[in-house]
């Protein structure tokens, strides 16, 4: 996918700004309850797929839109930690990232 959309700005002659073919920045959706004693439940999530900040943001910004949760990514490991106040599922927390177009490649839960 990312190779199409790079050989079509190729050809167009316009170069994009970051890599996923979008020119605008990923505005990450901003976490209200930021006290991690609030969130007693860790998962660690291995991410396929993600390539710039603009993919990190989309993955962050799916995973935090359930409310009981609060997640960040980090894209050089590939990975996101999930804080959570209620215990999630690993299937609830891979559906959050069923439209994105990124993989969940493992769960580990942690206290």
């Known amino acids: 996918m990312y190779?199409?959309?790079y050989i079509k700005v190729l050809k167009k002659g316009k170069a994009k700004?970051?890599?996923?073919?979008?020119?605008a920045p990923v505005k990450s959706n901003k976490i209200k309850d930021r006290n991690e004693e609030h969130y007693p439940f860790k998962y660690h999530l291995g991410i396929e797929g993600m390539?710039?900040?603009?993919?990190?943001a989309r993955v962050e910004n799916a995973l935090?839109?359930?409310?009981?949760?609060w997640a960040r990514v980090n894209l050089s490991e590939a990975r996101a930690e999930v804080l959570s106040k209620v215990k999630k599922s690993d299937d609830t927390l891979k559906n959050l990232l069923d439209n994105?177009?990124?993989?969940?490649?493992?769960?580990s839960q942690t206290t």
Do not use: F
């Open 51 to 56: 390539s710039c900040s603009n993919c990190a």
């Open 64 to 69: 935090n839109s359930d409310d009981d949760i």
């Open 17 to 23: 700004s970051t890599c996923c073919g979008s020119s």
């Open 100 to 107: 994105t177009g990124y993989k969940v490649t493992e769960i």
């Open 3 to 5: 190779i199409k959309v």
